[in-house]
Every structure is written in structure tokens, then in C-alpha cells.
């Protein structure tokens, strides 16, 4: 069965850099979510998409941006990197009604800042 | 707002026993859904069981059985017959049913129990 497919799997940046991070849902999956674990933490919630629509936002940093696009697939656009960014970015897709609320996850991205 | 409590944050069992994770959660939402995710070495967040909280009978999944309580807003997973794979970080989550209005805000999770099987 298909998985939510995130790219890249590792990605290192110098501070102050951008990075994307690129999220392609399960095929029919209509909802997206992104979040944030830090080393050792728990997953911090950043920004959901439904049907291509910001949905609901959470801890995401004003130099964070996202979107999804009319194929579903969503990005996040990191700007002015600092440190404290390194950490492992996840997607996760759902379809509201026929999964009753069941997130899949991403295998994530590891961002690294030096 | 929700809170996800795991006041266990290491456990060690030996293989073949049977353990308990435990977890409380904190809402004044009536309609809810609340999930175990594993997460071993490799990092992959993997959906272990799911239970909807208009559902009094606890969700069942092969190995892994949940205690749901409700009135104490309690949701322990019992791992029955522990394997040297299930060793991994365990994540108690919440999320709002959608029809409680809102966005679709996702997981709430906890601080996370990390589960070690001894051979």
C-alpha cells in the first residue's frame, strides 16, 4: 500500500539559509499536518492543510511557511534557519471521513543546521 | 486546550512479560479520539491502536489492549507477550473529533515512555 512519502530524508543547511520540505500524501488523503521533534522530544504540531486550505496552525515560527497544492502534495518553506530548527520534520495525511480521524506518518525529514 | 501526561518516561521489561504504559489526558471536550503511536530506533512513527471516546469497549489490536476509563480520563496500553521489537519510544495522543469545531489542529502527544524488552 502507499505510504506518505517525505523528501528529502536528511537535509543540512548553514544558518540563516532556506530549506523546503517537500510532504506527498497517501493517494485520496485530503488532510495534511506538519510537525516538529526535536531531539528526545515529543512531536510538536505546526500547520494542517484541508483540501488545500490552511486548516489550523500551531507552534510554527513566522519564518515557517507551508502550502498545499492542487495535487495534495504539501511543502514547508524554512527561512533564516537558526540552531534550534535542527530536528526531525514530519508529514502526516489523513481522509477525515473514510479513516475516522487515523494519521499516517512520513518516515520524516532530519534537518540539520550548522 | 488539551494536555497528555505519560509519567513514565523509561520502563524495562524482560521478554515474553506482559507490560502497562500508562497515560491521562486532560480535556473538556465530550468527543475525542485517542491513539498509541511507537516510534523504535529508526524513528518512524507508527500507529499502534486507536480509540474513540464514545466507545466504551477498549480497542484491541493482536498483542496490544488498551484500559480505557473515561470518568478518570485514563488510557493505559497493556503489551501482552512483549517481543525484543517492540522495544521504542511509546506516544500517548489525543485528538478533538472535528465535529467539536475547530480546525484540524491533529495530535496531541505526550512526553513519550521509552520501552526497553530485555532478552
Known amino acids: 500500500a502507499a505510504g506518505v512519502i517525505q523528501s528529502p530524508r536528511h537535509l543540512i543547511k548553514e544558518k540563516r539559509e532556506t530549506a523546503t520540505l517537500k510532504c506527498y500524501p497517501i493517494?485520496?488523503?485530503?488532510?495534511v499536518y506538519w510537525y516538529q521533534q526535536g531531539p528526545g522530544q515529543d512531536p510538536q504540531f505546526l500547520i494542517s492543510?484541508?483540501?488545500?486550505?490552511?486548516?489550523d496552525k500551531g507552534s510554527i515560527p513566522d519564518r515557517f511557511s507551508a502550502q498545499q497544492f492542487s495535487d495534495y502534495h504539501s511543502e514547508l518553506n524554512m527561512s533564516s534557519l537558526e540552531l534550534g530548527d535542527s530536528a526531525l520534520y514530519f508529514c502526516?495525511?489523513?481522509?477525515?471521513?473514510?479513516?475516522?480521524?487515523?494519521?499516517?506518518f512520513g518516515s520524516g525529514t532530519q534537518l540539520s543546521v550548522l | 486546550a488539551q494536555t497528555v501526561t505519560q509519567s513514565q518516561p523509561e520502563m524495562s521489561v524482560q521478554e515474553a512479560e506482559t507490560v502497562t504504559l500508562s497515560c491521562t489526558y486532560d480535556?473538556?471536550?465530550?468527543?475525542?479520539?485517542l491513539f498509541w503511536y511507537k516510534q523504535p530506533p529508526s524513528r518512524q512513527m507508527i500507529l499502534v491502536i486507536r480509540q474513540e471516546a464514545y466507545k466504551q469497549q477498549n480497542a484491541t489490536e493482536n498483542r496490544f489492549s488498551v484500559n480505557f476509563q473515561k470518568a478518570a480520563k485514563s488510557f493505559s496500553l497493556k503489551i501482552s507477550d512483549s517481543q525484543l521489537g517492540d522495544t521504542a519510544m511509546y506516544f500517548c495522543a489525543f485528538m478533538k473529533h472535528l465535529n467539536s469545531g475547530g480546525g484540524a489542529d491533529g495530535l496531541t502527544f505526550g512526553k513519550g515512555t521509552h520501552l526497553i524488552i530485555q532478552p
Open positions: 493517494p485520496r488523503h485530503d488532510t
Open positions: 502526516a495525511s489523513s481522509q477525515r471521513i473514510a479513516t475516522n480521524e487515523k494519521l499516517f
Open positions: 480535556t473538556s471536550e465530550s468527543n475525542y479520539y
Open positions: 492543510f484541508y483540501e488545500k486550505m490552511q486548516s
